[in-house]
C-alpha cells in the first residue's frame, strides 16, 4: 500500500492509524467479493459500496483495480506467514516438528470455506491474466522460502536448488489436495488421514534426498 501509505504519513499518526484501518475494511470486503463471487464481479465500485464509501474515496487508497489486488495477495500471505513463524517459534529447534508444523497447518486450512474458494478462483484468474501469475508467484514464494529455510535445517546437505525444488513439489502437493479435500469436498473426511501420511512421506523425502544431480539426473558424488 505504499501509496496510501505515504500519504497518511504525511498528515499525522491518527490520520494514518485511521488511514490503515479503512485500507483493512477494504482489503477484507475485497477478499469477501472475490471468494463469493469471482473475479469477474470484483470491481473498484462495488468494492466501495461493500466497504461504505465513495468510488473516489476508494481511489484515494487505490488508484487502480492492479493496485489493490496486489495489496489484497500479500495482505492474504501476510497472515499466513506470521501464522508459518510462531509454528515455527513454538516447536523450538527440533526441525522436524518444525516441518511437521508448517505442513499440517496449511494442509488443515485447506478445510476452511475461505481458503477452498479464495485460493481455485486466484488460480482461474492468474491463468487469464500475466500480471495476476506474476503476483500469485510473490505471494506463494514467500511461503516457499519458509519450506526452503527447514528443508535446509532438517538435510544440510542439501544445496539451495535441491532445497528449493523440494520447497515447490511440497507445496504443489499440499495445494492440489484442495479439490479433494477441502471445504465441502468427496474426501474431507479421509483429511486427517492424507495429512499424517503426506507430512511423514514428505519428511523422509527430505532426509533420504541426497545432494544436487548432474544434468543426466544422476546423483553428483
Known amino acids: 500500500m505504499q501509496t496510501q501509505r505515504a500519504s497518511m504519513r504525511r498528515t499525522g499518526t491518527a490520520t494514518y ?7 483493512q475494511r477494504i482489503l477484507d470486503e475485497a477478499r469477501r467479493l472475490f471468494m463469493e463471487d469471482g473475479h469477474g464481479k470484483l470491481t473498484m465500485r462495488r468494492i466501495a459500496k ?3 464509501m465513495s468510488p473516489g474515496n476508494l481511489s484515494y487508497y487505490y488508484p487502480t483495480r492492479a493496485d489493490l489486488l496486489a495489496d489484497l495477495l500479500q495482505y492474504v500471505i501476510d497472515g499466513y506467514i506470521r501464522q508459518l513463524q510462531t509454528l515455527r517459534d513454538e516447536a523450538s529447534d527440533d526441525a ?11 494442509f488443515n486450512d485447506l478445510a476452511t470455506r475461505e481458503t477452498t474458494l479464495f485460493f481455485p478462483e486466484l488460480w482461474v484468474l492468474a491463468n487469464r491474466d ?5 503476483q500469485m508467484e510473490k505471494m506463494y514464494a514467500q511461503y516457499r522460502a519458509i519450506l526452503v529455510d527447514v528443508i535446509g535445517l532438517i ?5 539451495e536448488t535441491r532445497r528449493s525444488d523440494l520447497a515447490l513439489m511440497i507445496s504443489a502437493s499440499i495445494e ?4 479433494f479435500v477441502g471445504h465441502g469436498r468427496p474426501h474431507r473426511a479421509r483429511a486427517g488421514q492424507l495429512r499424517n501420511l503426506l507430512i511423514e512421506h514428505f519428511l523422509r523425502l527430505v532426509k533420504d534426498t541426497g545432494g544436487p544431480r548432474s544434468a543426466d539426473g544422476t546423483k553428483d558424488r
Open 17 to 23: 492509524v485511521t488511514g490503515q484501518e479503512t485500507a
Open 50 to 52: 461493500a466497504a461504505g
Open 96 to 106: 522436524d516438528e518444525q516441518f511437521r508444523a508448517v505442513l499440517g497447518f496449511v
Open 130 to 134: 500475466d500480471w495476476i501469475a506474476q
Open 155 to 159: 538435510n544440510p546437505t542439501l544445496d
Open 176 to 179: 492440489g489436495h484442495t479439490v
